[in-house]
């Protein structure tokens, strides 16, 4: 659950910390007093997508940090919730508790954070998505689109509907693979036999070539040997015979010092040094000299050769200039041509394979699709009479709701079209909610989806920990405020709520009261929060009657607050 959420320079708030606890948590104020600015606040650590626009007039950065506990409530699975990013959630998490950080710059890169480490906002999306679920004035809005409605249903009728949507989903991306290499081999015949002939003629001048890795290096060393034969036998000829060729030859003036100096070193032990340095140098000497005549018999006067060096590094460089930057992707190409002509070439074999596959991948997944649609006709009928009676109890007692479910192609969730329709008074016939349906009705119907997930209906799956209602009560008044207070403290037993309401009849259901105001000091407007609770709680519920300073609205709120402050025995019964 979300357990604090610290705002800093955001909007019109410059400092505000904010605690929630388990069961009802409820925000109420003065129109305009920045109820909605918390919100905001709770959809931007959500992922959502914020300017610098949101930074406080006169600040040059703005932050909010929030707080979850992964201890869930009893009824609520965290790890099951929301599938991967669940356990995402889980496993980013230390010690049960997982916070998320993020950093509005005016003039420089916003950043955000999970447990410290930085992350992207779809990464954050993924992991809200398993803790927090938000309906505020624009979020609720997703319930219009029908791709929701399937998910709602599906999460409504239970596991074996979520479990049948997975194997669908693997299914369907079978079928489809097999499918797609289907398409494939059977391209156009002539567009086949044109790949086909190309294919053959790339492997075959691939192979008449005999390429090696590494040759070309050793052939552009030989031609550069080749290349200087001249001059490099004219070099190791003058070479010699500077060091043995003649009367001055190095190895014969070396010899005669060390000879020399040789003869003298019984006279002097000190010359033994310099004696065994001249003693090698001869040496090394001799053995450069034994050397370079051996590479003067080697050195090929050879333009036959060097012609047919050329002709092989110009045939190299055109392989390379058709089929890759170095012999060793030549012939990586060579094998890829390779497979997909052998492909080819066996094509009506594998076609006629694949159609008897294909075959049986469809029938498998048109199965699944049926079975997956007899497990959502099944929930309906009682969805509907589930969701009806909440509805009536929101005061929408004349709305009829109905799930409409029309069969389409078999896809990745299933075979079935799937939308709620609404008939808000009664003779109307039934249309889609975006076509008729409130803001407060879209809200009213979330909650009654929201009530009958939570009352345990057929084995639902596991709920997110948190829930926030922004406005729900819009348009809600008399005996339906009571039941809607009530409704949402019920809800607060199964996961933690957080509502903002106008309703003085949800703030005296509360199980935590915070009270929003705002206030001029300086010139400058800010925004603050604080716990209410005691008289203080009497007296804001005294004024959302619209009684301040009435001494009978007063009494009307102690009245409301004993009346709603119940057990939860008593709550149940209530509903």
């Known amino acids: 659950m979300l357990t604090e959420i610290q705002i800093r320079n955001f909007a019109l708030i410059d400092r505000v910390d904010l605690r929630f606890q388990p069961g009802l948590n409820v925000l109420t104020g003065e129109t305009g007093a920045g109820k909605s600015i918390v919100i905001d606040a709770i959809g931007t650590i959500l992922g959502e997508r914020a300017g610098a626009d949101l930074i406080r007039t006169g600040?040059?950065?703005?932050?909010?940090?929030?707080?979850?506990?992964?201890?869930?409530?009893?009824?609520?699975?965290?790890?099951?919730?929301?599938?991967?990013?669940?356990?995402?959630?889980?496993?980013?998490?230390?010690?049960?508790?997982?916070?998320?950080?993020?950093?509005?710059?005016?003039?420089?890169?916003?950043?955000?954070?999970?447990?410290?480490?930085?992350?992207?906002?779809?990464?954050?999306?993924?992991?809200?998505?398993?803790?927090?679920?938000?309906?505020?004035?624009?979020?609720h809005q997703s319930l219009l689109d029908p791709k929701t409605h399937r998910q709602v249903l599906d999460s409504l009728a239970g596991k074996e509907a979520l479990s049948l949507v997975q194997t669908v989903g693997r299914l369907y991306r079978e079928a489809e693979s097999l499918r797609s290499e289907r398409r494939r081999l059977r391209m156009d015949e002539r567009q086949r036999s044109r790949q086909v002939d190309l294919l053959r003629f790339?492997?075959?001048?691939?192979?008449?070539?005999?390429?090696?890795?590494?040759?070309?290096?050793?052939?552009?060393?030989?031609?550069?040997?080749?290349?200087?034969?001249?001059?490099?036998?004219?070099?190791?000829?003058?070479?010699?015979?500077?060091?043995?060729?003649?009367?001055?030859?190095?190895?014969?003036?070396?010899?005669?010092?060390?000879?020399?100096?040789?003869?003298?070193?019984?006279?002097?032990?000190?010359?033994?040094?310099?004696?065994?340095?001249?003693?090698?140098?001869?040496?090394?000497?001799?053995?450069?000299?034994?050397?370079?005549?051996?590479?003067?018999?080697?050195?090929?006067?050879?333009?036959?050769?060097?012609?047919?060096?050329?002709?092989?590094?110009?045939?190299?460089?055109?392989?390379?200039?058709?089929?890759?930057?170095?012999?060793?992707?030549?012939?990586?190409?060579?094998?890829?041509?390779?497979?997909?002509l052998g492909e080819l070439e066996s094509s009506e074999e594998r076609t006629a394979e694949l159609d008897a596959v294909l075959e049986k991948a469809d029938a498998n997944l048109r199965a699944a699709c049926a079975s997956l649609t007899n497990v959502r006709e099944a929930c309906v009928s009682g969805l509907e009479q589930a969701v009806q009676c909440e509805l009536s109890d929101l005061g929408m007692e004349k709305t009829r709701f109905q799930v409409s479910i029309q069969p389409s192609q078999p896809g990745e969730t299933g075979a079935d079209d799937i939308e709620f329709l609404l008939s808000p008074n009664p003779g109307e016939p039934v249309k889609p909610l975006a076509r008729i349906a409130s803001g407060g009705e879209i809200s009213r119907i979330m909650l009654a989806l929201k009530s009958v997930a939570l009352s345990g209906y057929r084995n639902s799956a596991p709920h997110?920990?948190?829930?926030?209602?922004?406005?729900?009560?819009?348009?809600?008044?008399?005996?339906?405020?009571?039941?809607?207070?009530?409704k949402l403290r019920l809800l607060g037993r199964r996961a933690?709520?957080?509502?903002?309401?106008?309703?003085?009849?949800?703030?005296?259901?509360?199980?935590?009261?915070?009270?929003?105001?705002?206030?001029?000091?300086?010139?400058?407007?800010?925004?603050?929060?604080?716990?209410?609770?005691?008289?203080?709680?009497?007296?804001?519920?005294?004024?959302m009657l619209g009684g301040i300073d009435s001494r009978a609205a007063t009494e009307h709120a102690r009245q409301m607050l004993a009346a709603l402050q119940v057990p939860e025995a008593q709550d149940q019964g209530a509903l």
Request: aromatic content about 2%; glycine content about 8%; charged content about 30%.
């Open 59 to 139: 600040a040059e950065r703005a932050s909010i940090q929030a707080s979850f506990s992964l201890d869930a409530p009893e009824g609520v699975d965290v790890e099951g919730s929301g599938t991967e990013s669940g356990s995402l959630a889980v496993e980013m998490a230390e010690e049960g508790q997982l916070l998320i950080s993020r950093e509005l710059v005016r003039n420089g890169r916003a950043s955000i954070r999970v447990n410290g480490r930085p992350a992207t906002l779809g990464t954050v999306r993924e992991v809200s998505a398993s803790l927090l679920d938000l309906h505020g004035q624009h979020e």
């Open 202 to 340: 790339q492997v075959s001048e691939i192979d008449a070539a005999h390429v090696s890795p590494g040759e070309e290096d050793t052939l552009q060393a030989d031609r550069t040997r080749l290349g200087g034969a001249e001059k490099l036998a004219a070099a190791l000829e003058e070479t010699v015979a500077l060091l043995a060729g003649g009367e001055a030859a190095v190895e014969d003036v070396l010899g005669s010092a060390a000879s020399r100096l040789r003869g003298v070193l019984p006279l002097d032990a000190a010359l033994a040094p310099s004696s065994e340095a001249l003693e090698g140098a001869l040496i090394q000497i001799q053995e450069a000299v034994h050397d370079l005549r051996a590479y003067q018999e080697s050195v090929e006067f050879n333009p036959e050769r060097l012609s047919q060096i050329e002709e092989r590094l110009d045939l190299l460089k055109g392989l390379k200039r058709k089929y890759g930057d170095s012999l060793e992707e030549v012939l990586e190409f060579r094998e890829r041509a390779a497979q997909e």
């Open 464 to 486: 997110v920990p948190t829930m926030i209602f922004d406005e729900i009560d819009v348009g809600i008044g008399g005996r339906t405020a009571t039941v809607l207070a009530r």
């Open 496 to 543: 933690q709520v957080i509502c903002v309401s106008h309703l003085p009849q949800v703030a005296a259901a509360a199980d935590h009261h915070l009270s929003i105001s705002k206030e001029s000091e300086a010139e400058r407007t800010r925004v603050t929060v604080r716990e209410v609770s005691g008289e203080p709680r009497t007296e804001e519920i005294a004024r």
